[in-house]
């Protein structure tokens, strides 16, 4: 049953299109973060539990930054999922697309760090409440609601959660909400790899603005260059931006019109688990900003007619959020507020 509070219906987005800023499509998971570094699982002496889940961190992150979030997921109804609720609710995401199941449980990541702060998991989400989600749970005008629809590649595992994702899909584009995609690809979680290539594909032929690190482009197009992947792949795709992270060597963005790149400021790196969900976080925080400013923006569609130095800036914050996420334990602890960032952010 869609979960929702008397304080949801209040919340309200400058957005000229959309009462949700970004709809974020996908898992919530619980993390257990470890006491040190450094140490084996069998070792680790004491967890911390935070919410987990690439789209529900990018929800968090997305709310800590000043934007209505919505989540679009399902969860258990056990007390982790209860944990996930209401912790999503504590940070002001609408949780309206959140389902719940009586059928599967909540699924658990523990991780590990090494002493460089490079995480490993050990994963419990063999059908879990996430996977259960299909096409009854997902709500038309939800989707229609928002600016942006963000969404992975590892909804498209199941076949009852990809048809929902598919459905997802056309109707944000037929609403005019941008998609926005982020594969944040774990090739260990798919049977062969090749299916996690073909899902990717079929959600590039819905995304406005696609997101890959170093990693996922070698899994993707193996010694293919940024800027020969977005002008000989992605592009003649219908893609309209594509923002490549490189880790502490910042990131660069490919538009029709150009390209701009951004530095990563320099941090104490204590874990990098979430610093991709970070920089997504602050660089649609910031075209969620220009879109809300923009008085004579029509469509979201029309951001794509912005001058780079705009889109520049969200790469800018992107860089910002991701680096200041590694600074803390767990994925979403180092979210940072808009109140902690320089005014000019």
Same mark, same amino acid.
């Given at each position: ?12 987005? &400058? ?9 974020? !499509? ?59 609720? =209401?912790?999503? @609710? ?5 949780? @309206? ?12 990541? !523990? ?9 490993? !998991? ?14 009854? #749970? ?5 989707? +229609? ?17 990809? @048809? ?5 899909? =056309? ?23 090749? #299916? ?5 594909? #079929? ?19 193996? &010694? ?43 941090? &104490? ?15 649609? +925080?910031?075209?969620? @900003?220009h879109l809300r400013e923009d008085s004579t923006l029509e469509t979201p569609e029309r951001a794509f007619d912005w001058p780079l130095e705009r889109w520049q800036s969200a790469l800018q914050l992107g860089c ?7 600074? &803390?334990?767990?994925?979403?602890p180092g979210l940072p507020h808009r109140s902690e960032l320089p005014s000019s952010d």
């Amino acid at each position: 049953i869609p979960t929702s509070t008397d304080s949801d219906s209040t919340m309200t987005s &400058e957005s000229p299109h959309a009462e949700i800023d970004v709809l974020s !499509f996908g898992e919530s998971l619980v993390d257990f973060l470890p006491d040190e570094r450094g140490v084996s699982l069998r070792d680790v002496n004491a967890f911390r539990k935070t919410v987990g889940g690439a789209p529900t961190n990018l929800a968090v992150g997305l709310a800590r930054l000043g934007c209505q979030p919505g989540l679009l997921g399902k969860v258990a109804e056990d007390e982790f999922g209860e944990f996930i609720v =209401e912790t999503l @609710r504590s940070e002001g995401v609408d949780v @309206r697309g959140v389902s719940r199941t009586d059928e599967a449980q909540t699924g658990l990541t !523990f991780v590990t760090l090494d002493a460089d702060g490079e995480r490993s !998991f050990q994963f419990y989400r063999d059908r879990t409440a996430d996977t259960c989600l299909d096409e009854e #749970d997902v709500d038309a005008d939800l989707v +229609a609601e928002s600016a942006l629809f963000q969404i992975g590649s590892n909804v498209m595992i199941e076949p009852d959660l990809r @048809r929902a994702a598919m459905q997802a899909m =056309e109707w944000a584009r037929s609403s005019g909400s941008l998609v926005s995609f982020d594969p944040n690809i774990r090739v260990h979680i798919w049977d062969h790899p090749d #299916d996690a290539r073909d899902s990717i594909e #079929d959600v590039l032929a819905y995304t406005d603005i696609l997101k890959l690190n170093e990693e996922e482009l070698e899994f993707l197009l193996p &010694e293919t260059s940024p800027r020969e992947a977005w002008h000989e792949y992605f592009e003649p795709r219908g893609v309209r931006a594509f923002a490549f992270t490189e880790g502490a060597q910042g990131a660069r963005l490919y538009l029709n019109e150009g390209r701009c790149e951004a530095e990563a400021p320099e941090v &104490e790196v204590v874990d990098t688990t979430g610093a991709g969900d970070g920089f997504l976080s602050g660089f649609l +925080a910031k075209i969620v @900003r220009h879109l809300r400013e923009d008085s004579t923006l029509e469509t979201p569609e029309r951001a794509f007619d912005w001058p780079l130095e705009r889109w520049q800036s969200a790469l800018q914050l992107g860089c910002r959020v991701g680096a200041i996420v590694c600074t &803390e334990l767990g994925a979403t602890p180092g979210l940072p507020h808009r109140s902690e960032l320089p005014s000019s952010d």
